[in-house]
């Protein structure tokens, strides 16, 4: 009897440790998860801008294309609002100079294709333009930011030129002289300013050189055109005019120009006038016509001395 009771107390004792256990266990705090709260700031920057031409002339415009990107991989942003200026007020953005954009996703881009206006007056040089962005995140937490692009203002290079023009008729042989007038007629200076004529038939032995031509000044070219002594008929050809803006940048102008060469006309031969058989006197006539003439005035020498005498005595005798 005993040992049975034994065995019962000792599986009471097991009992009894296995719950107390137990309840250790289930007493014991759970483990924690750790979390991480992204605190990065969402920006938005300038990635590259790109203008149609390579300079704004004063009073023209040109296409630009400004390129945003969100470099933020986690974060969106929203309410964003697009700002650009010149801070010296030379070049004008297109409208307003504002654009206003609802979303951008994280990690995305987006252009804004604008125009700009170079003002009469801009100074030629590189502009500082300013692209301002304001924006906020899914806290509506407010953030902006500043990125700076430059645009090159610069005068255009103009020339200009008055006659151009060869005559209407040109003589085998012959050379023609033309006399052209070249004009700067923008506000920076040309130089290696150059005409030549590149006509078929017409020989211009080489081109003639102006050089610098400063703003509102002019220079007269001269070419020297030989006529080829084989061609006839219409020929045509270009007087090329070539110079260079201050930044070196090559230009090139043509005027196509024509005419009609024709054979020269066919020069008379003049003799002299042949003598008629009349107005010549054979050897003899005129022989006669000198005895004749000598005769006569031997006779009236001695007629007029003696005649001299006569009226001497006549006077005295009265």
Not at 72 to 81: A, D, E, P
Not at 117 to 134: I, K, L, P, S
Request: neutral net charge; glycine residues 8%.
């Amino acid at each position: 009897m005993k040992r049975y009771l034994i065995v019962i107390l000792a599986a009471l004792l097991l009992l009894c440790g296995t719950v107390c256990a137990a309840a250790e266990d289930s007493e014991a705090p759970a483990p924690q998860v750790m979390t991480t709260v992204d605190q990065s700031t969402p920006r938005l920057m300038v990635t590259g801008y790109l203008l149609a031409e390579q300079y704004v002339e004063p009073g023209s415009s040109t296409a630009l294309t400004i390129t945003f990107k969100n470099t933020s991989n986690t974060k969106s942003i929203r309410n964003i609002k697009f700002t650009l200026s010149d801070p010296s007020g030379e070049l004008m953005p297109d409208g307003m100079g504002t654009l206003y954009l609802p979303f951008l996703a994280a990690g995305s881009t987006y252009q804004w294709n604008t125009a700009l206006t170079a003002v009469y007056t801009a100074a030629q040089g590189r502009h500082a333009m300013e692209v301002t962005a304001e924006y906020e995140d899914a806290q509506f937490q407010s953030y902006s930011a500043t990125d700076t692009i430059h645009v090159n203002v610069r005068q255009a290079a103009k020339l200009a030129y008055d006659n151009a023009v060869l005559p209407g008729v040109a003589v085998q042989g012959d050379t023609i002289t033309l006399s052209i007038n070249v004009m700067n007629t923008g506000k920076t200076a040309l130089s290696n300013v150059t005409v030549r004529c590149k006509i078929d038939g017409l020989a211009a032995g080489g081109s003639t050189f102006l050089g610098d031509l400063l703003p509102g000044q002019s220079a007269v070219a001269a070419p020297n055109l030989r006529v080829s002594d084989t061609k006839l008929g219409e020929v045509k050809g270009k007087i090329i005019f070539t110079y260079e803006d201050s930044d070196g940048k090559t230009y090139k102008k043509a005027e196509a120009v024509s005419t009609v060469i024709e054979a020269p006309a066919p020069q008379e031969q003049t003799l002299p006038p042949e003598k008629k058989k009349t107005d010549l006197l054979p050897w003899w006539a005129w022989l006669t016509v000198g005895i004749v003439g000598g005769g006569s005035v031997g006779c009236a020498v001695p007629v007029a001395v003696f005649g001299a005498k006569r009226r001497k005595e006549d006077e005295k005798r009265l």
